[in-house]
């Protein structure tokens, strides 16, 4: 006669296994399910008797994602708008079962659009404890609207920011189950092999965003073949959820691309690369009575018209220059910073400070500060940041650089900083065209003393 635990338990494996509730295996190398025996489990659950309830409602609650950095109105992507509730706008089945997929729009205080992607539990946004991530704990991760990546765009787990009024086409060829973005170092290469890869059955594929009031339409790949969904409301806004291994990406961790759709140019579809198929081929659009499509497979064969912008001067090159004083000073850094950046003792950073003259109000402008270095054996001060935050116009800026370098007295003078002002990457309309407000050339610099 069958242990009428263990036959309890073989059923409760297999419902858990359909619902793909987390208690899976460990991300990449160590991917060996870790259960306790079968009688235990019945045991448990007998003893336990409301845990039988919550398997068939939902995972146990975890502790809530953390955000990467601080919470912030003013800085970064800023924070959702006061009133917005940020409910989910658009599900898809997970193609194995269990929670579905589900994906919230939102605007922030500083001008962006952020779309957050994730599981979803009910009415509620988040990431599972499953495949190393939060200790593979096995429990569902509430994910708030106020979790935006730590920089402009950038990622957060599956979460995308761009500046309103642009479209925004984002992939993931090697999405995991738990809607925890993969990091570049978990896809370890080794010389003439294969990138290290998780399991296909843990990968989706992924793809999210908004193509504006005009999009009618997103075709995609699939297994089988290309499929045409609609997009939905009046962003556009459509989400793609797939089984994984069947796209070729040379991108490990995701890929966005920002664009443009107008009844004048449509900009929405990235170029092909040799060895990288992108999941969405095509995208169709209506303009008035007049329907059209970029990209390929796409049921409408009208090509929408796509106008390339003429930048004079290049590319966010600034159109004039102030010639503002720079102060720069320069920091000593301990042995063992110098060490870890592999570079000689003493080393450096920058600190500049400036008199900003625009205010910065939304992440659609910014101060950038970029080294340059002509002197081909100098210490190479090759770093560039941004403010990423509000200025208040003539506000006294003191700001440090992020990379480290060493000085060489002969090349002091073809070495330093610049600081520009202008449109963040991707914003449509800047207050001001890209302005060079001053350099500093190392030469220059208040170089503190070795004691």
Same mark, same amino acid.
Request: proline share 8%; charged share 20%.
């Given at each position: 006669?069958?242990?009428?635990?263990?036959?309890?338990?073989? &059923?409760?494996?297999?419902?858990?296994?359909?619902? *793909?509730?987390?208690?899976?295996?460990?991300?990449?190398?160590?991917?060996?399910?870790?259960?306790?025996?079968?009688?235990?489990?019945? =045991?448990?659950?007998?003893?336990?008797?409301?845990?039988?309830?919550?398997?068939?409602?939902?995972?146990?609650?975890?502790?809530?994602?953390?955000? *990467?950095?601080?919470?912030?109105?003013?800085?970064?992507?800023?924070?959702?708008?006061?009133?917005?509730?940020?409910?989910?706008?658009?599900?898809?089945?997970?193609?194995?079962?269990?929670? !579905?997929?589900?994906? %919230?729009?939102?605007?922030?205080?500083?001008?962006?659009?952020?779309?957050?992607?994730?599981?979803?539990?009910?009415?509620?946004?988040?990431?599972?404890?499953?495949?190393?991530?939060?200790?593979?704990?096995?429990?569902?991760?509430?994910?708030?609207?106020?979790?935006?990546? !730590?920089?402009?765009?950038?990622?957060?787990? &599956?979460?995308?920011?761009?500046?309103?009024?642009?479209?925004?086409?984002? *992939?993931?060829?090697?999405?995991?189950?738990?809607?925890?973005?993969?990091?570049?170092?978990?896809?370890?290469?080794?010389?003439?092999?294969?990138? =290290?890869?998780?399991?296909?059955?843990?990968?989706?594929?992924?793809?999210?965003?908004?193509?504006?009031?005009?999009?009618?339409?997103?075709?995609?790949?699939?297994?089988?073949?290309?499929?045409?969904?609609?997009?939905?409301?009046?962003?556009?806004?459509?989400?793609?959820?797939?089984?994984?291994?069947?796209?070729?990406? %040379?991108?490990?961790?995701?890929?966005?691309?920002?664009?443009?759709?107008?009844?004048?140019?449509?900009?929405?579809?990235?170029?092909? @690369?040799?060895?990288?198929?992108?999941?969405?081929?095509?995208?169709?659009?209506?303009?008035?009575?007049?329907?059209?499509?970029?990209?390929?497979?796409?049921?409408?064969?009208?090509?929408?018209?796509?106008?390339?912008? %003429?930048?004079?001067?290049?590319?966010?090159?600034?159109?004039?220059?102030?010639? &503002?004083?720079?102060?720069?000073?320069?920091?000593?850094?301990?042995?063992?910073?110098?060490?870890?950046?592999?570079?000689?003792?003493?080393?450096?950073?920058?600190?500049?400070?400036?008199?900003?003259?625009? @205010?910065?109000?939304?992440?659609?402008?910014?101060?950038?500060?970029?080294?340059? @270095?002509?002197? !081909?054996?100098?210490?190479?001060?090759?770093?560039?940041?941004?403010? *990423?935050?509000?200025? %208040?116009?003539?506000?006294?800026?003191?700001?440090?650089?992020?990379?480290?370098?060493?000085?060489?007295?002969?090349?002091?003078?073809?070495?330093?900083?610049?600081? &520009?002002?202008?449109?963040?990457?991707?914003?449509?309309? !800047?207050?001001?065209?890209?302005?060079?407000?001053?350099?500093?050339?190392?030469?220059?610099?208040?170089?503190?003393?070795?004691?």
């Amino acid at each position: 006669m069958t242990d009428p635990y263990t036959s309890l338990a073989r &059923q409760l494996k297999a419902a858990a296994e359909r619902q *793909e509730s987390g208690r899976g295996g460990r991300r990449l190398w160590s991917w060996r399910l870790r259960r306790a025996p079968a009688v235990a489990i019945a =045991v448990a659950l007998v003893l336990v008797g409301g845990a039988v309830a919550l398997a068939a409602t939902g995972l146990l609650e975890g502790a809530p994602v953390k955000p *990467e950095v601080e919470r912030s109105a003013v800085r970064g992507n800023g924070l959702p708008l006061a009133g917005q509730t940020g409910g989910v706008v658009l599900r898809a089945a997970d193609p194995s079962g269990g929670l !579905p997929w589900g994906m %919230r729009v939102l605007r922030t205080t500083r001008g962006q659009i952020c779309l957050q992607v994730g599981r979803v539990d009910g009415s509620r946004l988040g990431e599972l404890g499953t495949d190393s991530a939060f200790g593979d704990d096995g429990r569902f991760h509430a994910l708030t609207a106020d979790v935006l990546p !730590p920089g402009y765009g950038g990622s957060s787990g &599956q979460v995308e920011c761009h500046p309103f009024g642009r479209t925004l086409i984002a *992939e993931d060829a090697y999405a995991d189950r738990n809607a925890v973005r993969l990091l570049p170092e978990e896809f370890p290469e080794r010389p003439g092999r294969t990138p =290290v890869t998780p399991p296909t059955a843990n990968l989706r594929t992924l793809a999210y965003g908004l193509l504006g009031p005009h999009a009618v339409s997103v075709t995609f790949r699939t297994p089988t073949g290309l499929r045409t969904v609609p997009a939905r409301g009046p962003g556009g806004a459509f989400l793609i959820v797939e089984p994984g291994g069947y796209v070729e990406s %040379r991108s490990r961790v995701g890929d966005s691309i920002l664009g443009e759709a107008s009844s004048r140019s449509v900009s929405v579809i990235g170029p092909s @690369a040799p060895g990288n198929r992108s999941i969405v081929t095509a995208v169709t659009f209506r303009f008035g009575a007049r329907l059209c499509s970029q990209g390929t497979g796409a049921p409408v064969h009208a090509s929408c018209p796509t106008v390339r912008p %003429r930048i004079r001067g290049g590319f966010l090159r600034p159109t004039r220059d102030l010639h &503002q004083r720079i102060e720069l000073t320069l920091l000593r850094q301990s042995v063992a910073a110098c060490r870890a950046a592999y570079l000689l003792n003493p080393c450096y950073k920058g600190r500049l400070e400036f008199r900003a003259p625009y @205010a910065v109000t939304s992440a659609s402008s910014d101060y950038t500060i970029q080294g340059f @270095a002509s002197c !081909p054996v100098g210490g190479r001060p090759e770093t560039g940041w941004s403010l *990423e935050r509000d200025v %208040r116009a003539r506000e006294t800026i003191r700001t440090t650089s992020l990379g480290l370098f060493v000085l060489t007295p002969g090349c002091l003078a073809h070495e330093g900083f610049e600081v &520009q002002y202008g449109p963040t990457f991707g914003a449509p309309g !800047p207050p001001h065209a890209p302005v060079m407000l001053g350099k500093v050339r190392l030469s220059e610099a208040t170089v503190p003393s070795a004691g």
